[in-house]
């Protein structure tokens, strides 16, 4: 096998074996093609890189300007292929075993206050054709209550909204499923689009003979469903319409203004740990300068010794 056919092999592994989504697949490619393309450049081949070679990389990295996040990332996928490469017998050694990586930079999550959600949210109900905000509305309302990720959210079938469901049985990353809890407008605005979206894919099959969708937010597009980029300019469309700054907004930071507001109310770490999917409760922990906030709020109002 040559080096991208051995890529190739690596990728439907992982696919087969740990049920990596497609977006994890498609990185992984990206990233292992960079670093293919760089090793043919300089006259190595893949299955013969080094550790000095794997390091030589990564230096080449941050001269051109790549992010420690991006880095990190390339190195992660050169591990991956490297075990499964030692695992396969294809080397009897792993030259990235021993290499650290960029640690990343711990940066605040950018989020949106309570106002600029509810000022989003009403931009949804009223942009539009009928139908369209009746979507919109109940998607903004579903990833502000739930924390979903935009390919959970997207992707979602119909069948998980059916008989106006107190929680949502989610499908993330690895393949883990998780139930989310429903807040009362969400369900309002899901039962609304749920009526609207049965009677428009009728229509669809008395007049075009189309198939019924299995998706909750069905689309033309190859995928079946509305697409993670189309929800995004979506989403930046009514930032504009809402008077908040289409920078601030993104399907991410409203997952993290749910996570934020959230424990800006008393959640417990642990409960946003599982709404939000998350393996690790390090990854929750970013969150927590909400609270500091909020302690040192408590003590600067209620304790005895505080003076203004």
Request: hydrophobic fraction near 40%.
């Amino acid at each position: 096998m040559n080096s991208r056919e051995r890529i190739a092999t690596f990728l439907e592994a992982q696919s087969a074996e740990l049920d990596a989504a497609e977006n994890t697949q498609l990185a992984y490619a990206r990233d292992l093609g960079d670093f293919e393309h760089w090793l043919d450049a300089n006259g190595i081949q893949l299955l013969n890189a080094s550790q000095t070679d794997i390091e030589s990389y990564l230096i080449s990295l941050d001269s051109s300007g790549l992010s420690r996040a991006t880095r990190a990332r390339r190195l992660s996928a050169i591990r991956q292929f490297f075990r499964f490469a030692f695992e396969e017998g294809w080397r009897t050694d792993n030259p990235a075993i021993r290499i650290k990586g960029p640690s990343r930079e711990k940066r605040l999550p950018k989020t949106l206050s309570e106002d600029e959600v509810e000022r989003l949210l009403n931009a949804a109900r009223e942009t539009g054709r009928e139908h369209d905000r009746l979507r919109n509305t109940s998607m903004m309302e579903v990833l502000y209550a739930t924390g979903l990720r935009v390919t959970e959210l997207v992707s979602l079938p119909v069948m998980a909204a059916r008989g106006d469901p107190r929680m949502l049985l989610v499908k993330g990353k690895g393949g883990k499923e998780r139930m989310v809890p429903l807040s009362a407008p969400a369900r309002e605005a899901l039962l609304v689009w749920l009526k609207c979206r049965d009677d428009l894919e009728e229509i669809g099959e008395r007049e075009k003979g189309k198939s019924p969708s299995k998706f909750l937010f069905p689309s033309r597009g190859k995928s079946g469903h509305l697409t993670r980029h189309r929800f995004y300019l979506l989403i930046k469309e009514l930032s504009v319409v809402a008077g908040v700054s289409p920078d601030k907004v993104t399907p991410h930071t409203l997952r993290h203004a749910f996570a934020t507001h959230l424990l800006a109310h008393g959640a417990d770490l642990r409960a946003i740990q599982t709404l939000l999917g998350h393996a690790d409760v390090a990854t929750t922990e970013i969150y927590t300068h909400v609270l500091e906030d909020r302690l040192k709020e408590l003590v600067l109002e209620h304790h005895p010794m505080a003076k203004d």
